[in-house]
């Protein structure tokens, strides 16, 4: 059996607002922080037309995301993550860029092979100490994800 190939990688911090950040589709008409996420607190990712909406555990903080781009389905992640979650999302352009909640932008752009249907698996640590940090915490990288893409 081959393993799945991953075409890139970028490291990069995010603004977390509202104990949420997002993933946005680049020029898409559709917001990712429009998204309806399944429940009021008991959700970690949640994909929709235009990205992804992620829930943290944190109010006001900044996060480190490293985001993958593969061709098909990773072999799941080992380590000691408290959460992991997928789901599946449309883009209808071929750039992705992390982005807080009220769009303050990342620093580096994801580049798809094509527009259409992904899957988004999420992984993170650090929940509990970002928690514990409290609401207005401005900690940077206390919570670390791991987002991992590929075609639907």
Known sequence: MTEPARLS???DMVEVEYHRFTLQVFDSPHTAAAIQPPGPQDWLVAGGPGGVLFHSAGNDHTAAVRLELWASPPVRE???WEAVAEDDFT???DRLLLASF???PGQHVLTLPAPGAHRVRAYVRGRTAIEAAGPVSFAEGIERWLVQIWPA
Do not use: L, Q
């Open 9 to 11: 990688a970028v490291d």
């Open 78 to 80: 080992p380590g000691e």
């Open 91 to 93: 883009a209808d352009f």
């Open 102 to 104: 009220t769009s303050a």
